[in-house]
């Protein structure tokens, strides 16, 4: 089974800050498992995908920036 990551665990490995990581998932630019309207967490699998280029949307299609 996948890790998942709280939103600041997923900045820290991103080298990003929990802001933008906040700004990014409002985007739909990172897919989420939502527990509740404010209680989201990351697939740790997605990261890989993220950093290999692999991610897609299961909806679209379409790679995911």
Same mark, same amino acid.
């Given at each position: 089974?996948?890790? =998942?990551?709280?939103? *600041? !665990?997923?900045? !820290?490995? &991103?080298?990003?800050?929990?802001?933008?990581?906040?700004?990014? &998932?409002?985007?739909?630019?990172?897919?989420?498992?939502?527990?509740?309207?404010?209680?989201?967490?990351? *697939?740790?699998?997605?990261?890989?995908?993220?950093?290999?280029?692999? =991610?897609?949307?299961?909806?679209?299609?379409?790679? &995911?920036?």
């Amino acid at each position: 089974m996948d890790r =998942l990551l709280t939103v *600041r !665990e997923l900045a !820290e490995r &991103l080298g990003i800050s929990v802001g933008t990581a906040y700004h990014w &998932l409002s985007q739909g630019r990172l897919p989420c498992v939502r527990f509740s309207s404010r209680c989201v967490r990351f *697939r740790e699998n997605m990261l890989k995908q993220l950093a290999e280029g692999t =991610l897609v949307d299961s909806l679209t299609r379409k790679r &995911l920036p």
